[in-house]
């Protein structure tokens, strides 16, 4: 009897045993299924983002009257990692140095310029980098002055200056547009840029300034498109 129960008992236990292994092992399939899953759902997400972008661009390329070119940035400069990307095109595809390069929000979005070109890819210099000066205007005021760095110890890659303003006492609101102007030779008039921040004092307070919030934080882009004319 005695023998018998202790049988019984070990084969139970037994049981038991091989019972939970197995509720592991399918604990662990489930939630390596539900991992699958999560990243299924994440590729499709952003297939479905990457469509929309593209279809963005699709119409935004239709609606425009300039030659223009998509390309993707791969690359960012680790010494220069705020005003500095590289992008998949290059001479192959007709993009020079000093080019524009645009972001689309609506409308074509100033966002730096190309500044150096091989065969087959490029380095952009951003919105913000000494390298990458622009002539600009204010919409609503007709003000007109250079989009420059802010100060070396600002950390904000959206945020640049328009110096030596011209426009006498006209004050500069928060919300006005400020666009390309024209002048000079790179880049065409009425490229959106962004818009005033603040109003602040030039250095001495011998000229106004303004703080300027860019349109696009070029640093989360994925694709760029190059003004080739």
């Known amino acids: 009897m005695t023998a018998s129960l202790v049988g019984?008992?070990?084969?139970?236990?037994?049981?038991?045993?091989?019972?939970?292994?197995?509720?592991?092992?399918?604990?662990?399939?489930?939630?390596?299924?539900?991992?699958?899953?999560?990243?299924?759902?994440?590729?499709?997400?952003?297939?479905?983002?990457?469509?929309?972008?593209?279809?963005?661009?699709?119409?935004?390329?239709?609606?425009?009257?300039?030659k223009l070119k998509l390309a993707r940035v791969i690359a960012r400069e680790p010494s220069n990692w705020w005003r500095m990307i590289m992008i998949d095109a290059g001479s192959s595809s007709g993009v020079q140095p000093n080019q524009p390069v645009l972001a689309t929000l609506g409308e074509a979005v100033l966002i730096g310029r190309v500044l150096e070109v091989s065969k087959w890819k490029s380095k952009v210099v951003l919105m913000g980098d000494p390298n990458c000066l622009v002539s600009a205007v204010v919409s609503e005021t007709r003000s007109s002055g250079v989009i420059q760095p802010m100060e070396a110890s600002s950390l904000d890659p959206t945020?640049?200056?328009?110096?030596?303003?011209?426009?006498?006492?006209?004050?500069?609101?928060?919300g006005y547009r400020v666009y390309t102007?024209?002048?000079?030779?790179?880049?065409?008039?009425?490229?959106?840029?962004?818009?005033?921040?603040?109003?602040?004092?030039?250095?001495?307070?011998?000229?106004?300034?303004?703080?300027?919030?860019?349109?696009?934080?070029?640093?989360?882009?994925e694709e760029v498109w190059i003004l080739l004319q």
């Not at 399939?29 to 997400?45: D, G, I, M, V, W």
């Not at 102007?181 to 004092?201: A, D, K, Q, V």
């Open 8 to 66: 019984e008992l070990g084969s139970a236990i037994k049981d038991r045993f091989v019972f939970q292994n197995q509720l592991v092992q399918e604990n662990q399939l489930l939630k390596a299924q539900s991992s699958t899953n999560q990243l299924e759902l994440l590729r499709l997400k952003e297939l479905e983002n990457e469509n929309a972008r593209l279809r963005q661009a699709l119409n935004f390329q239709q609606s425009t009257p300039w």
């Open 159 to 174: 945020s640049v200056r328009l110096s030596y303003l011209s426009g006498g006492q006209q004050p500069l609101l928060p």
């Open 181 to 221: 102007s024209g002048m000079g030779s790179m880049f065409p008039p009425g490229l959106y840029i962004g818009t005033i921040e603040e109003s602040i004092e030039g250095e001495y307070g011998l000229h106004k300034e303004a703080r300027v919030r860019l349109a696009v934080d070029a640093n989360l882009l």
